[in-house]
């Protein structure tokens, strides 16, 4: 990996360390709100009793928990840059009493296994941060045994995805944010139809299938929505540290005012959509 791609790398390392705190309190609200894409990876994945399961990008533990919980005789390695990420995926596996859970810190681009480990691979919401995803791909196809199952999912588009561009469309009204360079890691990256599809294809995977997945950020209320944004959603606190006091205030006043427009009634339950992407090895 040359220089510049190390070094995105490393800030994402870091960005998501620094906000495992709030992953950690927001965790039930935000393990909530992925299920539907969890499911629809494990659905694909068609889990087997037996089966050694990598789950990449893993977070706070999910799918890798729940796949866990489905089997008898396997196991499940959860990977994550961030190793304060994977302590709380530790004590959610220990909450749960689940013994064939392990986690281990690296790079999806330097996977630390031998060829053909896993007989599945799980992501949820990693392709759009890692710094090569064509390598990330051919990494995860690596590890996968001979007729080996891989499943990840990307947001849609911010078309689809009020419950971020509420919020963003507001920033970037009162600021002047500078454009992240084409193809940086973000939450969008990966929305075009068939992106990861060709990127799965390319490695070596056939049999592949796309689907669509929608949920609801159920808040409940503004004032909710608004300290999850700020405690969970990096793109979010990164333009409100740059904004001074006064600016900060007219932006909650005014994401307020469009969310109370689009949920009049107080129910704040946020529109999201996402796209589930399966491929198997030959």
């Known amino acids: 990996m040359d220089l ?31 299920k539907p894409m969890g499911d629809e990876i494990i659905r694909l994945l068609k889990i087997r009793d037996d089966d050694r399961v990598l789950d990449v990008a893993a977070g706070t533990g999910e799918p890798g928990l729940t796949i866990a919980s ?10 994550d840059l961030a190793e304060g990420m994977l302590a709380v995926a ?9 013994t064939n859970f392990d986690t281990q810190v690296c790079d999806v681009c330097e996977l630390p296994f031998e060829d053909n480990t896993f007989d599945a691979v799980s992501c949820r919401f990693g392709f759009m941060f890692f710094p090569d995803m064509r390598l990330a791909a051919q990494e995860m196809v690596r590890v996968l045994k001979p007729g080996g199952r891989l499943a990840t999912s990307v947001w849609n588009g911010p078309d689809k995805n009020f419950w971020v561009t509420a ?3 507001v920033i970037n009204k009162h600021m ?33 299938v796309e689907t669509e997945v929608n949920s609801k950020l159920n808040v409940g209320s503004f004032e909710v929505y608004w300290r999850f944004m700020n405690d969970v ?22 994401v307020f005012d469009l969310i109370q427009q689009k949920y009049p009634d107080g129910n704040v339950r946020i529109d999201a959509s996402a796209r589930v992407i399966y491929g198997e090895k030959a």
């Open 167 to 169: 919020t963003m469309s």
């Open 233 to 254: 959603v990096a793109p979010v606190v990164g333009a409100l540290s740059k904004a001074d006091d006064a600016q900060k205030a007219q932006i909650q006043a005014d």
């Open 4 to 34: 510049q791609l190390e070094q995105i790398r490393d800030q994402q390392k870091a960005s998501w360390n620094n906000f495992s705190p709030g992953w950690k309190k927001w965790d039930d609200l935000t393990m909530d709100f992925l």
């Open 70 to 79: 489905m089997l008898t005789s396997g196991r499940v390695i959860s990977t």
């Open 176 to 208: 002047q944010l500078p454009s992240p360079p084409a193809g940086a890691p973000g939450m969008f990256r990966c929305a075009q139809p068939g992106l990861i599809a060709d990127l799965f294809a390319e490695a070596g995977l056939t049999n592949l």
């Open 90 to 98: 530790q004590e959610n596996a220990a909450r749960r009493n689940l």
